[in-house]
């Protein structure tokens, strides 16, 4: 691996969101729910993704090379707000790239903020976990959620049809059953005390409507974007440091790998409003 080291020499101040697609766009809306006043860049590698099903090696190559796009536009926080990145790559740039990259930087993930709270939605101490088929076979929801919970026993089922149907828009319609029924009824069907259904895929939000029909109705069902925004809340105030690089201008500049046309359409449908992106080559 050869890094860039052309990276911007001064500080924008932005917080960069990432996410493979349209998915961290559910984790970005509760960011700013609770931290409008912050200054954010989204970037969606919407010409590579998905990424679930991707080798280990790829996702981190994409997802640093996101993360030097980041670092080029000077911010010096972002949030990797897609599980198989934080599942696949964080713990490598963090160790290993960060650094050598850009020492003073932080690169955050969606795993860690979820699995330590996760032990406040069950009583039955059995979780079951839907995401990515690169997310489930790292492991790390089990070895995580051990970490703080070791009495949670973790059921895993991956979805890989889940985010295709989310990316092409089919998600709504009945085509979708199949795919949602089949997935819960594996899951669902490892244990019958299984209280609580994490979605460890930033995309699943989309499908809530679809989850809860087919979902019995004690099953807590745990999306991710308020978790990470709190814990994003809490970071920042626990290191005030950072939170003086950051810039305040309550602005969200969204950029795409892709066609900005294409993510415009889709985006909106996350984002709940109008969405104007301009491409970004990374
Ligand atoms: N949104 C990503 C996640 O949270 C997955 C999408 C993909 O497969 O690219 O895992």
Redesign the pocket.
Known sequence: MTYDLRLTTYETGFIGVF???Y??LTVLKEIVKQLPEYSYLYLGDNAR?????RSFDTVHQYTLQAVEWFFKQGCSLVIL?????SAKALRTIQQKDLPLLAPSNRVLG?IRPTTEVIGEYTKTNKVGVV??V??VSSGSYPIEIAKFYPNIKVYQEACPMW?PLIETNEYNNLGADYFVQHHLNNLLQQDADIDTLLL????YPLLIDKLRKFTPSHINIVSQGEIVAKSLSDYLQRHPEMDERCLKTGTIDFFTTDSTIDFDTKAAIFWGADVQSKHADI
Request: net charge negative.
């Open positions: 996410d493979s697609g998915g961290g993704a998905p990424y679930g099903p707000a897609c599980n198989t990145a969606v995401g990515t690169g997310t985010v460890a895929c930033t995309h």
